[in-house]
């Protein structure tokens, strides 16, 4: 089946950085990828959609100036805490999509972010 | 809106007994539904899909689902199950008519003991 890298798996940084996350589909395009968030034993939360080459568009609630989306190629979308805070610890989970007929979604291995 | 119900947070089995995992979901138009497997610190991990035809599907590791419409249902099954079965599955719905959005169930444990 496809394959979504992403990376880093883990991080930890210091309040008030910014950390970015890569979402890479290795076998195939990407035209969709989706930024989710999931809190310990809660399911997935939908943050942004993104197609390549256009502005993501961010769900109800989420700062989009806080989590920036870029998805400049087919194959890589990137996630950017910026001025991270430990409430912002959490596990990320990209997943993509290869064409917009295409049912099901892929889902990266996840990143577990920790800011201190 | 499209919305799904896992109604259960937990469920223990014994290895080597049937398991099922209940899923329930809201559509306007014609579901795309799906099942996920999520290990411990990890993404999630397709186990299988409900598009289109036959309403038992198979998916990965000998796991099926049944499409009820009249029910609007997609339970999980699995005749036999193992200990490796363990971990938090996800059901999930589509609009085939609307979009891209891909809404998540809560989640279910499953605990499969020796």
């Known amino acids: 089946g496809a394959v979504v890298s992403q990376h880093p798996s883990w991080v930890i940084c210091k309040s008030g950085t910014s950390v970015k996350i890569e979402c890479r589909s290795l076998?195939?395009?990407?035209?969709?990828m989706f930024w989710y968030r999931q809190f310990p034993k809660q399911s997935l939360m939908l943050m942004a959609t993104s197609n390549e080459g256009s502005k993501a568009t961010y769900e109800q609630g989420v700062e989009k100036d806080k989590f920036l989306i870029n998805h400049a190629s087919l194959t890589l979308s990137t996630l950017t805490v910026t001025s991270a805070h430990p409430e912002d610890s959490s596990f990320y989970i990209c997943?993509?999509?290869?064409?917009?007929?295409?049912?099901?979604?892929?889902f990266g291995q996840g990143t577990r972010l920790t800011v201190v | 809106a499209q919305s799904v119900a896992q109604p259960e947070d937990q469920v223990n089995v014994a290895e080597g007994n049937p398991l099922t995992v209940k899923c329930t979901y809201s559509v306007s138009g014609n579901p795309y539904l799906f099942w996920y497997v999520q290990y411990p610190n990890r993404g999630l991990q397709f186990l299988l899909k409900y598009i289109t035809g036959d309403n038992l599907v198979k998916g990965s590791y000998g796991f099926e689902a049944e499409f009820n419409k009249s029910q609007t249902s997609f339970h999980l099954k699995k005749p036999s199950a193992l200990v490796s079965d363990s971990a938090l599955y996800f059901c999930a719905v589509r609009d085939a008519n609307a979009g891209n959005m891909l809404t998540f169930g809560g989640g279910t444990r499953l605990m499969v003991k020796p």
């Open positions: 076998d195939f395009q990407a035209t969709t």
């Open positions: 997943s993509a999509r290869e064409g917009s007929d295409t049912p099901e979604a892929f």
